[in-house]
Nanobody, 115 residues
Framework: QVQLVESGGGLVQPGGSLRLSCAASRIIFSRYIMGWYRQAPGKQRELVAD???????NYPDSVKGRFTVSRDNAKNTAYLQMNSLKPEDTAVYYC?????????WGQGTQVTVSS
């Protein structure tokens, strides 16, 4: 079965950095849009970044300039580099793979930004 496994979350101080990884298995990774979403307690899940098979990037204004999404098709892995982290970035971060007719989610990784 398809698996998306996130890693790299943890506790970081404000202003710090983290790099999340999403390792995919049993999909043709290069055909999927890979997205990162987050969900804070009591809030809806929201898009953080995504990258198309061709490398087109998409970010909401809340993270633009601080977060960078990338992918390595040879390793079936997507990444989210998060810099200048703020307490409001605290959430569970999820990886999503999507192409027409197919959507898969990872189990999530906790990111906590606190001093």
């Amino acid at each position: 079965q398809v698996q998306l496994v996130e890693s790299g979350g943890g506790l970081v101080q404000p202003g710090g950095s983290l790099r999340l990884s999403c390792a995919a298995s049993r999909i043709i990774f290069s055909r999927y849009i890979m997205g990162w979403y987050r969900q804070a307690p009591g809030k809806q899940r929201e898009l953080v970044a995504d990258i198309s098979p061709g490398g087109t990037l998409n970010y909401p204004d809340s993270v633009k300039g601080r977060f960078t999404v990338s992918r390595d098709n040879a390793k079936n892995t997507a990444y989210l580099q998060m810099n200048s982290l703020k307490p409001e970035d605290t959430a569970v971060y999820y990886c999503k793979a999507v192409r027409p007719g197919y959507t898969y989610w990872g189990q999530g990784t906790q990111v906590t930004v606190s001093s």
